[in-house]
């Protein structure tokens, strides 16, 4: 028997549903307070799929289409730290620009924050 499993995104669980009031569903997994950005290749432009950040103490790492995303309690300001060498995507990778904290906003207000790396 083999089994398969795919996915574009990382979650952190646990995972809770929740009903608003039109009675979709939706979930929360950590927070009201939204971090996100997008990790590009300097050289082209592309997105970068697998690259690893650590915001604050949590490791996340980019989708399919670049992005990373995380939720926190607190509207306090993280750090940014890019980890190239814990990249998923193939490759030796540096960093090339990289905000070094960030301010969580709320979901829906959040600005998305850009990291710049290539190849080489």
Do not use: C
Not at 38 to 48: A, F, L, P, S, Y
Not at 93 to 103: A, K
């Amino acid at each position: 028997m083999k089994w398969t499993a795919y996915g574009t995104d990382y979650q952190k669980g646990p995972l809770n549903i929740q009903s608003n009031t039109s009675g979709h569903q939706f979930h929360n997994t950590g927070g009201k307070y939204v971090i996100t950005g997008i990790v590009k290749n300097n050289r082209d432009g592309t997105v970068v799929e697998g690259a690893a950040v650590q915001i604050g103490k949590e490791t996340v790492f980019s989708n399919a289409s670049g992005v990373v995303f995380t939720r926190t309690k607190k509207a306090v300001a993280a750090t940014i730290r890019v980890s190239p060498d814990d990249f998923v995507t193939p490759g030796k990778w540096r960093v090339v620009g990289s905000p070094e904290t960030i301010q969580p906003a709320l979901d829906g207000q959040a600005s998305t924050f850009t990291i710049l790396v290539e190849m080489f």
